[in-house]
Protein backbone atom coordinates (compact mmCIF):
# COMPACT_ATOMS: atom_id res chain seq x y z
CA UNK A 1 0.00 0.00 0.00
CA UNK A 2 1.40 3.59 -0.83
CA UNK A 3 2.63 5.27 2.25
CA UNK A 4 0.09 8.12 2.90
CA UNK A 5 0.47 8.28 6.83
CA UNK A 6 1.82 11.83 6.46
CA UNK A 7 -0.58 14.37 8.50
CA UNK A 8 -2.82 11.69 9.49
CA UNK A 9 -4.03 11.67 12.98
CA UNK A 10 -5.07 7.87 14.24
CA UNK A 11 -7.38 6.46 14.68
CA UNK A 12 -8.97 7.88 11.62
CA UNK A 13 -12.17 8.85 12.68
CA UNK A 14 -14.98 7.95 9.77
CA UNK A 15 -17.94 7.10 12.44
CA UNK A 16 -19.49 10.92 12.43
CA UNK A 17 -22.98 9.75 12.03
CA UNK A 18 -22.81 7.94 15.45
CA UNK A 19 -21.39 11.48 16.88
CA UNK A 20 -19.27 13.80 16.09
CA UNK A 21 -15.73 15.25 17.84
CA UNK A 22 -16.21 18.93 19.56
CA UNK A 23 -14.90 21.56 17.72
CA UNK A 24 -12.57 23.20 20.01
CA UNK A 25 -14.52 26.63 19.05
CA UNK A 26 -17.30 24.97 21.14
CA UNK A 27 -15.41 24.01 23.47
CA UNK A 28 -13.79 27.44 24.17
CA UNK A 29 -17.33 28.68 24.20
CA UNK A 30 -18.56 26.39 27.17
CA UNK A 31 -15.23 26.81 29.61
CA UNK A 32 -16.30 29.68 31.27
CA UNK A 33 -19.46 28.59 32.37
CA UNK A 34 -18.10 25.03 34.40
CA UNK A 35 -16.10 27.38 36.43
CA UNK A 36 -17.14 31.60 36.20
CA UNK A 37 -20.49 31.64 34.89
CA UNK A 38 -21.65 28.39 37.06
CA UNK A 39 -24.75 30.04 37.91
CA UNK A 40 -28.58 28.09 37.88
CA UNK A 41 -30.64 29.74 35.30
CA UNK A 42 -33.62 29.50 37.34
CA UNK A 43 -31.95 31.46 40.01
CA UNK A 44 -33.63 35.46 39.04
CA UNK A 45 -31.86 36.74 42.67
CA UNK A 46 -28.95 37.59 41.87
CA UNK A 47 -26.32 37.60 38.99
CA UNK A 48 -24.64 34.29 38.69
CA UNK A 49 -28.01 33.40 38.05
CA UNK A 50 -29.11 36.18 35.09
CA UNK A 51 -26.44 35.65 33.50
CA UNK A 52 -26.62 32.52 32.93
CA UNK A 53 -30.37 32.80 31.62
CA UNK A 54 -29.24 35.64 29.33
CA UNK A 55 -27.01 33.23 27.97
CA UNK A 56 -29.14 30.25 27.44
CA UNK A 57 -32.14 32.61 25.93
CA UNK A 58 -29.20 33.80 23.42
CA UNK A 59 -28.06 30.61 22.63
CA UNK A 60 -32.06 29.66 21.98
CA UNK A 61 -31.99 32.75 19.98
CA UNK A 62 -29.16 31.25 17.69
CA UNK A 63 -30.48 27.93 17.65
CA UNK A 64 -33.62 28.78 16.83
CA UNK A 65 -32.47 31.06 13.89
CA UNK A 66 -30.90 28.66 12.45
CA UNK A 67 -34.15 26.80 11.27
CA UNK A 68 -35.93 29.40 10.69
CA UNK A 69 -38.15 29.48 13.86
CA UNK A 70 -38.58 31.92 16.99
CA UNK A 71 -36.95 31.54 20.32
CA UNK A 72 -39.90 30.35 21.93
CA UNK A 73 -40.29 27.73 19.79
CA UNK A 74 -37.04 26.00 20.69
CA UNK A 75 -37.32 23.70 23.87
CA UNK A 76 -33.88 21.97 25.42
CA UNK A 77 -33.67 18.50 25.89
CA UNK A 78 -31.06 15.98 26.72
CA UNK A 79 -30.91 14.28 23.30
CA UNK A 80 -32.60 13.72 20.40
CA UNK A 81 -34.18 10.71 21.72
CA UNK A 82 -35.57 12.23 24.74
CA UNK A 83 -37.25 14.93 21.85
CA UNK A 84 -38.70 12.32 19.53
CA UNK A 85 -40.12 10.88 22.95
CA UNK A 86 -41.76 14.03 23.98
CA UNK A 87 -43.11 14.78 20.88
CA UNK A 88 -44.40 11.64 20.36
CA UNK A 89 -46.03 10.70 23.52
CA UNK A 90 -46.93 14.52 24.12
CA UNK A 91 -48.76 14.52 20.86
CA UNK A 92 -50.34 11.70 21.61
CA UNK A 93 -51.39 12.28 24.59
CA UNK A 94 -52.52 16.09 23.63
CA UNK A 95 -54.57 14.88 20.89
CA UNK A 96 -55.91 11.36 21.66
CA UNK A 97 -59.51 12.88 22.20
CA UNK A 98 -59.28 13.92 18.06
CA UNK A 99 -57.39 10.48 16.86
CA UNK A 100 -55.20 7.47 17.89
CA UNK A 101 -53.90 6.94 14.00
CA UNK A 102 -50.00 7.72 13.92
CA UNK A 103 -48.17 6.92 10.49
CA UNK A 104 -43.82 6.67 10.60
CA UNK A 105 -41.88 4.87 8.33
CA UNK A 106 -39.89 1.74 8.41
CA UNK A 107 -36.45 3.19 8.56
CA UNK A 108 -36.88 5.49 11.72
CA UNK A 109 -34.40 5.50 14.56
CA UNK A 110 -35.57 3.39 17.35
CA UNK A 111 -36.44 6.09 19.11
CA UNK A 112 -39.27 6.90 17.26
CA UNK A 113 -40.38 2.84 16.15
CA UNK A 114 -39.58 2.34 20.08
CA UNK A 115 -42.23 4.89 21.03
CA UNK A 116 -44.50 3.90 18.52
CA UNK A 117 -44.34 0.19 20.19
CA UNK A 118 -45.33 1.59 23.26
CA UNK A 119 -48.36 3.59 21.67
CA UNK A 120 -49.65 1.04 20.36
CA UNK A 121 -50.06 -0.68 23.70
CA UNK A 122 -51.45 2.16 25.15
CA UNK A 123 -54.61 1.93 22.68
CA UNK A 124 -53.19 3.66 19.45
CA UNK A 125 -52.92 2.73 16.05
CA UNK A 126 -49.85 2.74 14.24
CA UNK A 127 -49.17 2.42 10.57
CA UNK A 128 -45.57 1.84 8.95
CA UNK A 129 -44.82 3.29 5.53
CA UNK A 130 -42.65 0.84 3.53
CA UNK A 131 -39.74 2.13 1.70
CA UNK A 132 -38.00 1.35 -2.26
CA UNK A 133 -34.39 0.25 -1.98
CA UNK A 134 -33.45 3.98 -1.89
CA UNK A 135 -34.69 4.64 1.11
CA UNK A 136 -37.33 6.77 0.21
CA UNK A 137 -41.46 6.46 1.22
CA UNK A 138 -44.24 6.87 -2.01
CA UNK A 139 -46.18 10.18 -1.13
CA UNK A 140 -49.28 8.42 -2.96
CA UNK A 141 -48.91 5.90 -0.37
CA UNK A 142 -48.75 8.25 2.93
CA UNK A 143 -51.84 10.10 1.48
CA UNK A 144 -53.69 7.16 1.13
CA UNK A 145 -53.05 5.98 4.77
CA UNK A 146 -53.86 8.80 6.57
CA UNK A 147 -57.80 8.51 7.72
CA UNK A 148 -59.85 10.99 9.88
CA UNK A 149 -58.02 9.55 12.74
CA UNK A 150 -54.62 10.56 12.42
CA UNK A 151 -52.65 12.68 14.38
CA UNK A 152 -49.46 12.61 13.62
CA UNK A 153 -46.92 11.90 11.01
CA UNK A 154 -43.40 11.35 11.63
CA UNK A 155 -40.63 11.06 9.39
CA UNK A 156 -37.27 11.44 9.35
CA UNK A 157 -35.79 14.03 7.67
CA UNK A 158 -31.92 12.21 6.72
CA UNK A 159 -31.11 8.48 7.65
CA UNK A 160 -28.81 7.67 9.88
CA UNK A 161 -27.34 4.42 8.35
CA UNK A 162 -27.93 5.26 4.47
CA UNK A 163 -28.36 9.15 4.50
CA UNK A 164 -31.08 8.89 2.26
CA UNK A 165 -32.98 12.89 2.54
CA UNK A 166 -36.60 12.32 3.05
CA UNK A 167 -38.87 15.06 0.53
CA UNK A 168 -39.72 17.08 4.12
CA UNK A 169 -41.17 19.93 2.41
CA UNK A 170 -43.84 17.22 0.33
CA UNK A 171 -44.87 15.68 3.35
CA UNK A 172 -44.88 18.74 5.08
CA UNK A 173 -47.36 19.89 2.36
CA UNK A 174 -49.39 17.07 2.75
CA UNK A 175 -50.14 17.06 6.80
CA UNK A 176 -50.71 20.72 6.30
CA UNK A 177 -53.27 20.18 3.94
CA UNK A 178 -54.69 17.22 6.02
CA UNK A 179 -54.62 18.66 9.11
CA UNK A 180 -51.88 16.95 10.69
CA UNK A 181 -49.41 17.22 12.69
CA UNK A 182 -45.86 16.96 11.11
CA UNK A 183 -43.03 15.74 13.26
CA UNK A 184 -39.45 15.11 11.77
CA UNK A 185 -36.37 13.72 13.64
CA UNK A 186 -33.47 15.85 11.79
CA UNK A 187 -30.75 14.78 13.95
CA UNK A 188 -28.86 13.56 11.03
CA UNK A 189 -29.62 16.66 9.01
CA UNK A 190 -29.40 19.37 11.17
CA UNK A 191 -26.30 21.43 10.14
CA UNK A 192 -25.73 19.46 7.11
CA UNK A 193 -27.98 20.55 5.13
CA UNK A 194 -30.60 23.79 5.04
CA UNK A 195 -33.72 23.66 7.39
CA UNK A 196 -36.55 26.26 7.25
CA UNK A 197 -39.24 24.89 9.47
CA UNK A 198 -41.79 27.72 7.86
CA UNK A 199 -41.38 26.44 4.32
CA UNK A 200 -41.34 22.91 4.92
CA UNK A 201 -44.51 22.93 6.91
CA UNK A 202 -42.83 21.14 9.99
CA UNK A 203 -44.72 21.38 13.42
CA UNK A 204 -42.35 19.57 15.40
CA UNK A 205 -38.23 18.70 14.94
CA UNK A 206 -36.16 16.82 16.82
CA UNK A 207 -32.06 18.02 16.82
CA UNK A 208 -29.54 17.36 19.01
CA UNK A 209 -25.88 19.04 19.26
CA UNK A 210 -23.53 15.89 19.25
CA UNK A 211 -24.23 15.15 15.69
CA UNK A 212 -23.14 18.62 14.84
CA UNK A 213 -19.52 19.09 16.51
CA UNK A 214 -21.22 19.73 19.81
CA UNK A 215 -21.55 18.21 22.72
CA UNK A 216 -23.42 14.99 24.24
CA UNK A 217 -26.20 15.24 26.28
CA UNK A 218 -27.99 18.46 25.00
CA UNK A 219 -30.46 17.92 22.26
CA UNK A 220 -33.80 20.18 21.11
CA UNK A 221 -37.23 19.88 20.49
CA UNK A 222 -39.11 22.69 18.20
CA UNK A 223 -42.65 23.18 18.88
CA UNK A 224 -44.68 25.44 16.62
CA UNK A 225 -46.46 28.30 18.19
CA UNK A 226 -47.87 29.84 15.38
CA UNK A 227 -51.12 29.09 13.33
CA UNK A 228 -53.02 27.08 16.06
CA UNK A 229 -49.48 26.04 18.07
CA UNK A 230 -48.63 22.53 18.93
CA UNK A 231 -50.26 21.24 22.06
CA UNK A 232 -47.74 18.45 24.31
CA UNK A 233 -48.37 17.17 27.24
CA UNK A 234 -45.09 17.45 29.30
CA UNK A 235 -43.47 13.77 29.89
CA UNK A 236 -41.04 14.69 32.51
CA UNK A 237 -42.88 17.02 35.80
CA UNK A 238 -40.95 19.16 38.28
CA UNK A 239 -39.89 22.65 38.13
CA UNK A 240 -41.74 23.74 34.95
CA UNK A 241 -38.73 25.16 32.87
CA UNK A 242 -38.79 24.80 29.07
CA UNK A 243 -42.38 26.24 28.98
CA UNK A 244 -43.61 23.52 31.17
CA UNK A 245 -42.59 21.09 28.52
CA UNK A 246 -39.53 19.73 29.82
CA UNK A 247 -38.56 20.34 33.76
CA UNK A 248 -35.10 20.21 35.18
CA UNK A 249 -31.91 22.43 35.83
CA UNK A 250 -30.95 23.86 32.59
CA UNK A 251 -28.07 22.57 31.46
CA UNK A 252 -26.42 26.16 30.58
CA UNK A 253 -22.98 24.73 29.77
CA UNK A 254 -24.30 22.54 26.64
CA UNK A 255 -26.86 25.23 25.95
CA UNK A 256 -23.88 27.14 24.88
CA UNK A 257 -21.98 24.84 23.04
CA UNK A 258 -25.10 23.36 21.48
CA UNK A 259 -25.57 27.29 20.06
CA UNK A 260 -21.49 27.73 19.25
CA UNK A 261 -21.87 24.43 17.43
CA UNK A 262 -25.27 25.68 15.47
CA UNK A 263 -23.64 29.27 14.36
CA UNK A 264 -20.64 27.74 13.38
CA UNK A 265 -22.37 25.25 10.95
CA UNK A 266 -24.38 28.37 9.72
CA UNK A 267 -21.31 29.98 8.79
CA UNK A 268 -19.04 27.38 7.52
CA UNK A 269 -22.88 26.31 5.58
CA UNK A 270 -22.96 24.85 1.78
CA UNK A 271 -19.10 25.67 1.49
CA UNK A 272 -17.96 22.88 4.01
CA UNK A 273 -20.38 20.08 2.92
CA UNK A 274 -19.21 20.54 -0.64
CA UNK A 275 -15.66 19.64 0.51
CA UNK A 276 -17.28 16.78 2.24
CA UNK A 277 -19.36 15.61 -0.40
CA UNK A 278 -16.02 15.54 -2.79
CA UNK A 279 -14.16 13.61 -0.22
CA UNK A 280 -17.29 10.94 0.03
CA UNK A 281 -16.62 10.87 -3.53
CA UNK A 282 -13.53 10.47 -4.29
CA UNK A 283 -14.20 7.39 -1.34
CA UNK A 284 -16.81 6.06 -3.17
CA UNK A 285 -14.74 6.03 -6.47
CA UNK A 286 -11.49 4.16 -4.71
CA UNK A 287 -13.69 1.76 -3.10
CA UNK A 288 -15.95 0.46 -5.84
CA UNK A 289 -12.73 0.27 -7.78
CA UNK A 290 -12.43 -3.27 -5.53
CA UNK A 291 -15.23 -3.97 -7.84
CA UNK A 292 -18.40 -6.32 -6.52
CA UNK A 293 -19.39 -3.59 -4.00
CA UNK A 294 -22.70 -1.13 -4.00
CA UNK A 295 -23.94 1.53 -2.48
CA UNK A 296 -27.00 1.78 -0.56
CA UNK A 297 -28.99 4.43 -0.38
CA UNK A 298 -30.42 7.19 -2.69
CA UNK A 299 -27.21 8.83 -4.15
CA UNK A 300 -29.54 11.42 -5.77
CA UNK A 301 -30.43 12.45 -2.50
CA UNK A 302 -28.11 11.75 0.28
CA UNK A 303 -26.21 13.42 3.17
CA UNK A 304 -23.03 15.10 2.10
CA UNK A 305 -20.84 12.83 4.24
CA UNK A 306 -22.55 9.16 4.47
CA UNK A 307 -21.40 7.06 2.48
CA UNK A 308 -22.86 2.85 2.91
CA UNK A 309 -21.36 0.02 1.03
CA UNK A 310 -21.44 -3.01 0.82
CA UNK A 311 -18.53 -5.46 -0.41
CA UNK A 312 -19.91 -8.24 -1.63
CA UNK A 313 -18.20 -11.84 -0.33
CA UNK A 314 -16.61 -9.52 2.34
CA UNK A 315 -17.98 -10.49 6.41
CA UNK A 316 -17.93 -6.89 7.37
CA UNK A 317 -16.66 -8.12 10.97
CA UNK A 318 -13.23 -9.91 9.62
CA UNK A 319 -12.35 -6.28 8.18
CA UNK A 320 -12.95 -4.24 10.91
CA UNK A 321 -11.10 -6.57 13.42
CA UNK A 322 -7.98 -6.15 11.04
CA UNK A 323 -8.16 -2.16 10.13
CA UNK A 324 -8.13 -1.41 13.22
CA UNK A 325 -6.48 2.05 12.96
CA UNK A 326 -9.98 3.25 10.95
CA UNK A 327 -12.97 3.92 13.20
CA UNK A 328 -15.82 3.20 11.14
CA UNK A 329 -19.15 1.42 11.80
CA UNK A 330 -21.10 -1.61 10.20
CA UNK A 331 -24.02 -1.07 8.30
CA UNK A 332 -25.97 -3.35 10.02
CA UNK A 333 -26.59 -3.65 13.86
CA UNK A 334 -24.25 -6.43 14.63
CA UNK A 335 -22.23 -9.18 12.14
CA UNK A 336 -23.58 -12.34 13.16
CA UNK A 337 -21.63 -15.73 14.22
CA UNK A 338 -25.19 -17.15 14.86
CA UNK A 339 -26.71 -18.21 11.33
CA UNK A 340 -29.99 -18.49 13.26
CA UNK A 341 -29.94 -15.03 14.40
CA UNK A 342 -33.21 -13.46 13.13
CA UNK A 343 -32.61 -9.87 13.10
CA UNK A 344 -29.87 -7.52 11.43
CA UNK A 345 -30.27 -3.62 10.90
CA UNK A 346 -33.82 -2.83 10.06
CA UNK A 347 -33.06 0.08 7.53
CA UNK A 348 -31.16 -2.45 5.61
CA UNK A 349 -34.12 -5.32 5.54
CA UNK A 350 -36.45 -2.23 4.69
CA UNK A 351 -34.97 -1.49 1.51
CA UNK A 352 -34.53 -5.10 1.03
CA UNK A 353 -31.24 -5.82 2.06
CA UNK A 354 -30.61 -9.46 2.50
CA UNK A 355 -28.77 -10.98 5.89
CA UNK A 356 -25.43 -11.89 3.76
CA UNK A 357 -25.19 -8.52 1.90
CA UNK A 358 -25.83 -6.37 5.02
CA UNK A 359 -23.08 -8.61 7.19
CA UNK A 360 -21.19 -6.94 4.01
CA UNK A 361 -22.11 -3.61 4.62
CA UNK A 362 -19.90 -0.51 6.07
CA UNK A 363 -21.09 2.43 7.03
CA UNK A 364 -18.36 5.48 6.49
CA UNK A 365 -19.43 9.04 8.47
CA UNK A 366 -17.27 11.53 7.10
CA UNK A 367 -17.10 15.10 8.53
CA UNK A 368 -15.32 18.25 9.48
CA UNK A 369 -11.91 17.30 10.44
CA UNK A 370 -11.84 14.28 7.87
CA UNK A 371 -8.35 15.06 5.02
CA UNK A 372 -7.47 14.35 1.94
CA UNK A 373 -4.92 12.47 3.28
CA UNK A 374 -7.36 9.96 5.73
CA UNK A 375 -9.63 9.38 2.62
CA UNK A 376 -6.72 8.34 0.41
CA UNK A 377 -5.44 6.03 3.27
CA UNK A 378 -8.62 4.72 4.36
CA UNK A 379 -9.39 3.87 0.49
CA UNK A 380 -6.12 2.59 -0.21
CA UNK A 381 -6.25 0.48 3.07
CA UNK A 382 -9.92 -1.09 2.31
CA UNK A 383 -8.88 -2.07 -0.96
CA UNK A 384 -5.66 -4.21 -0.04
CA UNK A 385 -7.92 -5.73 2.48
CA UNK A 386 -11.28 -6.76 0.18
CA UNK A 387 -8.29 -7.74 -2.54
CA UNK A 388 -6.39 -10.11 0.04
CA UNK A 389 -9.85 -11.43 1.67
CA UNK A 390 -11.10 -12.46 -1.78
CA UNK A 391 -8.30 -14.13 -3.09
CA UNK A 392 -7.71 -16.05 0.29
CA UNK A 393 -11.67 -17.16 -0.15
CA UNK A 394 -11.01 -18.03 -3.48
CA UNK A 395 -7.87 -20.64 -2.62
CA UNK A 396 -9.93 -21.56 0.66
CA UNK A 397 -10.07 -26.01 0.08
CA UNK A 398 -14.22 -27.23 0.34
CA UNK A 399 -15.08 -29.24 3.24
CA UNK A 400 -14.91 -32.33 0.63
CA UNK A 401 -11.18 -31.26 -0.46
CA UNK A 402 -10.49 -31.48 3.01
CA UNK A 403 -11.95 -34.52 3.72
Not at 321 to 338: K, N
Request: glycine fraction near 10%.
Amino acid sequence: MTNVTNDIRFPIYLDNHSTTRVDPRVVEAMLPYFTDHYGNASSGEHRLGWHAKESSERARGIIAGSVNAESKEIVFTASATESNNLALKGIAEAYKDKGRHIVTCATEHRSVLDVCSTLETCGFRVSVLGVDNRGQIDLDELERTITPGTILVSVMMANNEIGTIAPIAAIGAICRERGILFHTDASQAYGKIAIDVQEMNIDVMSISAHKVYGPKGIGGLFVRRKQNGVRLITQMDGGGQEFGLRSGTLNVPGIVGFAEAAALAMRLGEEEQRRIAVLRDRLQMMLSAAGQTSINGDESARLPNNLNVSFHGVVVKDALADIREIAVSAGSACAFEDAAAEQYSHVLQAIGIGREQAASTVRFGLGRFTTEAEIAYTGARFTEFIHSYRSLSQHQPSATEVS
